[in-house]
């Protein structure tokens, strides 16, 4: 008899704070691609971003664990925060991959922006090659692939297109790239810091407890 496999995604980020488009991505991720487990990987520091300015990490995991409290799929890792050598994405699914164990599929969660970027990563084919990814549209970002290597073009299931399957890789070394079009969210956590700034509602931008966390802690204010 087969054995079926457990599934396991990661979606890392800054989440500074996290907001209702990583909630709603969160959410279709675990539905669609019928996972066990999503884990937010809060970054430690995140390497290609300016480290100026980002709220503490145990706000950012807080706010996160508070906005997912319903999901029970759902979980904030703390395996980047507590990691001493603040590892880049490669780093951590490799850690993932060794804590999981054989017989379970590992995704690693990302939007539009980051997809576009990935050859700016540190190792992107290490990443590429390592794990399959989930790419979620974001309004103002186009969902390409022409910037991959040939290597990785041919991996692209386009699931936004009627008659692509959401096929799982046979093998445990063959990996996918798919391109989700389930959510359609403009929210960024750029757009809330400056409004909680400028002393403007974020009501409908964050999930509320976070809205109460952000407002009891005095997040973002300056
Ligand atoms: P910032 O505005 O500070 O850059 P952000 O809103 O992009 O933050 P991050 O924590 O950096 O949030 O995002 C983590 C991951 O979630 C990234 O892969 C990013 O592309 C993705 N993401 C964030 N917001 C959205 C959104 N509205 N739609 C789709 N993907 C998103």
Known sequence: MMMEERRIAAFGGTFDPVHTGHAEIVHTIVQNFGLDQLLIVPAHRPPHKDPRGIADAYHRYTMAALATLEEPRVIVSTIELEAPDHPYTFETIERLRSTVGAGTRLFFVMGADSFQE?????????????????????????????????????????????????????????????????????????????????????????????????????LYRC
Request: hydrophobic share 30%; charged share 30%.
């Open 118 to 218: 990935i050859n700016t990563w540190r190792e992107p084919a290490r990443l590429l090659s390592s794990t399959d990814v989930i790419v979620v549209t974001r309004p103002g970002h186009d969902v390409k692939s022409s910037h991959l290597d040939d290597r990785f073009k041919c991996t692209v299931v386009d699931l936004r297109e009627s008659e692509a399957e959401l096929k799982m890789s046979e093998g445990a070394n063959d990996h996918h790239i798919y391109l989700t079009g389930y959510v359609n969210t403009s929210v960024s956590s750029t757009e809330i810091r400056q409004k909680v700034r400028d002393g403007e509602s974020i009501e409908g931008l964050v999930p509320p407890r976070v809205a109460d966390y952000i407002n009891k802690y005095e």
